[in-house]
């Protein structure tokens, strides 16, 4: 046990029924990586209907998880759960290899937020600070 508690201190990601945590904390995540269609401007509401279409990047979760609001930030106060779908957000350049990964298993290491604006297409949103394969 000794050797392995170094290997879960390290995995940042939440035991079995417990909720994650929004920003400044790191998480974890591992699922698919997909590409969504949402409509964009300049009505966010239906591509048929001449709105742009966004494609933003999705990790789909293999299972449902939630996170705990934090009630000393304007921002990420409320509790989030029953989420399946996170979109990702990247604040430097999109890793070359992005591409080729979607469709598949990665793990991705980041800072959770809510939502804001009709950019934003799922709940919570992960800023991605390392992406790799699975």
């Known amino acids: ?11 940042y990601s939440p035991l079995v029924g417990q909720c994650l945590t929004f920003e400044p904390d790191t998480v974890r995540l591992a ?5 969504g ?3 964009g401007r ?6 048929l209907k001449g709105d742009e279409p966004e ?11 939630c996170v705990s609001g934090d009630s000393t930030s304007d921002l990420n106060r409320e509790d989030q759960s ?3 779908n996170v979109q990702l957000i ?5 890793p070359r290899d992005i591409g080729s990964l979607v469709g598949k298993r990665v793990i991705l290491i980041g800072t959770l937020t809510t939502a804001i604006s009709g950019h934003h297409h799922t709940p ?11």
């Open 82 to 84: 029953g989420i399946q």
């Open 90 to 94: 990247f604040l430097e350049a999109l």
């Open 42 to 47: 300049p009505n966010y509401e239906d591509t």
């Open 55 to 65: 494609h933003p990047y999705i990790l789909s979760l293999a299972s449902k998880i």
């Open 31 to 35: 699922g698919v990586l997909t590409v």
């Open 124 to 134: 919570v949103l992960l800023i991605v600070s390392r992406l790799r394969a699975a």
């Open 37 to 39: 269609v949402f409509p």
């Open 1 to 11: 046990m000794k050797r392995l508690l170094p290997l879960l201190l390290l995995s």
